[in-house]
């Protein structure tokens, strides 16, 4: 007997942050919980879904994924971009749930039973400066982490990526603006990868994020002089647009590249995938629409020997962890998953089964992705209007974030 779809709310809270869900219900009283969420442009995505997406879902079979999915993709005419991909995902992973609940069985299983039993997962450690990163990893490693990803202050620069807290103060009225020269951070870099090695020695992955602020040509400097220090991987040296830039990152330097978080499409990746341009693949199944279609990236990742290393930073929800486990449980080509804590309001209208221990992240065993959300819970905590960051080069020049 074919189910139906009979409700599709979203829900916008701010539980210690901003969080979009989907829910919805199914005639048989299945629920299937999505997230959605697009870092400062939320209410973009809950517009999407509330008043031109929710009213297509009513009366479809739960069942019909696919359909559901190239129907919302094909469909929209204005295909891609991050708020049409962010809402097909919260649809998709609601979706996913239901069915996977409506099977008894945990998602995992849906997508093909456990390639391994827990998936190695890296935190963050910042610092104002050298000293103040190494103890902060230090921290980390106390906690069991065997990945950490490194950011320090840069001489000179007074606010930049990582170090500087992301989303307080004033970035409720107004993105912070931070700053940034390129040369200053290109010379202080392997300074901080050297003391790292010397403190930990040589097991524990170091990873370092570069968010997007490199040319190609620097980014290839950049890699070459962190060689010595054996970096599980630098992260998005240069801009996701530079596609064909990568060609020179890749050839000029043997450090391993991630890049990927602000993908929402495998043609954004195709290019990077097919000429093994990159190591890890960092799109995710909240901003790159969803199971299905994350699942036709990593298989093509497979093809040439790309890992996944999916985005987890706290302002995805617990949902799309918990989904990320479950396809990172399967997946034949996981690589690491990114984990950063959620906030501890976050609990109060969250429930998750997927858990951390030892470095590495389990997922759970309830049916369907096992993460439930409190509605009234939620109503505590209000949508509050906040901004990512914005970057400037010192002279003032808008610069990449
Ligand atoms: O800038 O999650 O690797 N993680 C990151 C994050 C992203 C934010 C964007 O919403 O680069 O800090
Ligand atoms: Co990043």
């Given at each position: 007997?074919?189910?139906?779809?009979?409700?599709?709310?979203?829900?916008?809270?701010?539980?210690?942050?901003?969080?979009?869900?989907?829910?919805?219900?199914?005639?048989?009283?299945?629920?299937?919980?999505?997230?959605?969420?697009?870092?400062?442009?939320?209410?973009?995505?809950?517009?999407?879904?509330?008043?031109?997406?929710?009213?297509?879902?009513?009366?479809?079979?739960?069942?019909?994924?696919?359909?559901?999915?190239?129907?919302?993709?094909?469909?929209?005419?204005?295909?891609?971009?991050?708020?049409?991909?962010?809402?097909?995902?919260?649809?998709?992973?609601?979706?996913?749930?239901?069915?996977?609940?409506?099977?008894?069985?945990?998602?995992?299983?849906?997508?093909?039973?456990?390639?391994?039993?827990?998936?190695?997962?890296?935190?963050?450690?910042?610092?104002?400066?050298?000293?103040?990163?190494?103890?902060?990893?230090?921290?980390?490693?106390?906690?069991?982490?065997?990945?950490?990803?490194?950011?320090?202050?840069?001489?000179?620069?007074?606010?930049?990526?990582?170090?500087?807290?992301?989303?307080?103060?004033?970035?409720?009225?107004?993105?912070?603006?931070?700053?940034?020269?390129?040369?200053?951070?290109?010379?202080?870099?392997?300074?901080?990868?050297?003391?790292?090695?010397?403190?930990?020695?040589?097991?524990?992955?170091?990873?370092?994020?570069?968010?997007?602020?490199?040319?190609?040509?620097?980014?290839?400097?950049?890699?070459?002089?962190?060689e010595p220090y054996r970096l599980f991987w630098v992260e998005d040296p240069v801009t996701a647009e530079a596609q064909e830039g990568w060609r020179r990152v890749r050839s000029q330097t043997t450090v391993?590249?991630?890049?990927?978080?602000?993908?929402?499409?495998?043609?954004?990746?195709?290019?990077?995938?097919?000429?093994?341009?990159?190591?890890?693949?960092?799109?995710?199944?909240?901003?790159?629409?969803?199971?299905?279609?994350?699942?036709?990236?990593?298989?093509?990742?497979?093809?040439?020997?790309?890992?996944?290393?999916?985005?987890?930073?706290?302002?995805?929800?617990?949902?799309?962890?918990?989904?990320?486990?479950?396809?990172?449980?399967?997946?034949?080509?996981?690589g690491i998953q990114e984990y950063a804590a959620h906030p501890a309001q976050a609990e109060e209208v969250f429930g998750w089964d997927w858990s951390y221990a030892g470095g590495h992240l389990l997922s759970?065993?309830?049916?369907?992705?096992?993460?439930?959300?409190?509605?009234?819970?939620?109503?505590?905590?209000?949508?509050?209007?906040?901004?990512?960051?914005?970057?400037?080069?010192?002279?003032?020049?808008?610069?990449?974030?």
């Open positions: 007997m074919s189910d139906r779809i009979i409700a599709a709310r979203v829900v916008v809270c701010s539980p210690g942050r901003n969080y979009v869900t989907l829910i919805i219900e199914t005639a048989s009283g299945l629920t299937g919980i999505g997230d959605a969420t697009l870092n400062g442009r939320e209410l973009a995505v809950a517009s999407y879904l509330a008043d031109h997406v929710a009213p297509l879902l009513i009366g479809r079979d739960p069942a019909q994924i696919e359909d559901i999915w190239q129907y919302l993709y094909r469909g929209a005419y204005w295909r891609r971009g991050p708020v049409t991909m962010t809402a097909i995902a919260g649809i998709d992973v609601a979706l996913w749930d239901i069915k996977a609940k409506a099977a008894g069985m945990p998602l995992y299983q849906l997508l093909g039973g456990a390639s391994r039993e827990r998936m190695l997962c890296y935190t963050h450690a910042d610092g104002a400066d050298i000293a103040e990163a190494l103890d902060a990893v230090a921290a980390k490693r106390e906690h069991g982490f065997r990945a950490v990803r490194v950011q320090a202050g840069v001489p000179g620069l007074n606010r930049i990526y990582g170090v500087h807290g992301d989303g307080a103060g004033d970035s409720y009225a107004r993105p912070i603006e931070g700053d940034w020269d390129t040369s200053a951070y290109l010379r202080h870099t392997p300074k901080l990868f050297e003391a790292a090695r010397e403190r930990f020695g040589p097991e524990l992955h170091l990873l370092h994020d570069a968010h997007h602020r490199l040319t190609p040509n620097e980014a290839a400097q950049l890699g070459r002089s962190l391993p590249l991630a890049v990927g978080e602000v993908f929402n499409s495998i043609w954004d990746a195709q290019l990077l995938i097919t000429e093994r341009l990159v190591d890890y693949l960092r799109a995710t199944i909240v901003h790159a629409g969803g199971i299905t279609h994350v699942r036709r990236i990593a298989d093509l990742c497979a093809l040439y020997s790309v890992r996944t290393g999916f985005h987890g930073a706290n302002d995805l929800s617990p949902v799309t962890m918990g989904a990320a486990l479950h396809f990172g449980r399967w997946v034949p080509n996981f759970g065993e309830a049916a369907g992705h096992g993460v439930t959300f409190d509605e009234q819970a939620a109503a505590r905590f209000p949508y509050r209007r906040q901004y990512l960051d914005v970057n400037r080069l010192t002279d003032g020049t808008m610069w990449d974030w």
